[in-house]
């Protein structure tokens, strides 16, 4: 119950915007060490309610401050910087009172995410040694596979009024059926083809990138072919392609050398994904959950 309550309180300090500052301040920022008085704890600064603001906070909040400024911090500075924690720890007391962690969903989402970084920040931070690398590389060839990529061109034949779809079809077909013969594609497609809206770029594309410009049936019918293939007329919005398959590639595995950053990245996510399912899995062997059966 103290660490879930800590890590609200850390997230809804976030939530409310009063963080003060990045590092720790130097040992000379806030002067000898005095004993604290009787009742505050060795390592707070201050408590607030009976919670203690720990000393490293006001040393963040002085670092941040001073790194700002040309000249040495004044005990009006330190006093306004302890101010400012206060208010924080203020500010965090009164939002855990009104129930935040519980009722507002960007605070909720905040400590959610706070909690996970924490227990994956050890494993993303990590980084593995080549024989790791060279080894998941070995294990998940398959993953960095490249996609296929395919260099297709089109001859789009219009449906309108005074182009009946049997006609439009009709002039498809044939334009099909040239090209299958084996005749120019740069005159089938100036004899029988319209000006295409958003024409094939000369070059290869992987899946995604077809489908934006042919749509999803259309590239079905692309990815079926070998080079040099040509489709059926295809119906699409108004009127017909009929699609060449200039060339197309394969899916290739680039090499370790090509991609080493990408693999290295790919297996401190993975270490972290462990790292939280076993961090969930511990916080269900400790908790007390009941569930509502059947499921609604």
Do not use: C, W
């Amino acid at each position: 119950m103290a660490a879930r309550t800590g890590a609200a309180r850390t997230r809804l300090r976030l939530a409310l915007g009063a963080a003060l500052g990045l590092g720790l301040a130097a040992a000379d920022l806030i002067g000898p060490r005095n004993p604290p008085p009787p009742g505050l704890p060795p390592d707070a600064i201050a408590t607030v309610n009976g919670e203690a603001i720990p000393l490293a906070t006001y040393r963040r909040a002085l670092a941040a401050l001073a790194s700002d400024r040309t000249s040495p911090l004044d005990e009006a500075d330190r006093r306004r910087v302890l101010d400012r924690v206060i208010e924080e720890e203020l500010l965090v007391q009164r939002g855990i009172e009104l129930g935040l962690v519980r009722s507002d969903r960007r605070v909720r989402g905040d400590l959610v995410a706070a909690v996970i970084a924490s227990a994956t920040a050890a494993a993303n931070a990590a980084e593995p040694d080549s024989e790791e690398v060279e080894r998941f590389y070995r294990e998940n060839r398959s993953y960095f596979a490249l996609p296929p990529r395919v260099r297709a061109r089109q001859v789009f034949v219009r449906a309108a009024r005074d182009r009946p779809d049997p006609r439009a079809r009709s002039r498809a077909a044939e334009a099909t059926r040239l090209l299958r013969a084996g005749a120019d594609f740069d005159e089938v497609r100036r004899e029988l083809g319209d000006p295409e809206v958003a024409p094939l770029p000369d070059t290869p594309l992987p899946a995604h990138k077809l489908r934006d410009y042919l749509g999803p049936s259309a590239t079905r019918a692309v990815l079926s072919l070998t080079a040099g293939g040509v489709t059926d007329p295809i119906r699409t919005a108004g009127g017909y392609r009929v699609i060449q398959v200039v060339a197309r590639s394969e899916p290739r595995v680039p090499p370790l050398a090509e991609i080493a950053a990408e693999v290295r990245a790919e297996l401190r996510r993975r270490a972290g994904d462990e790292a939280l399912r076993s961090y969930l899995s511990e916080l269900r062997r400790r908790g007390r959950v009941r569930v509502r059966e059947p499921l609604p």
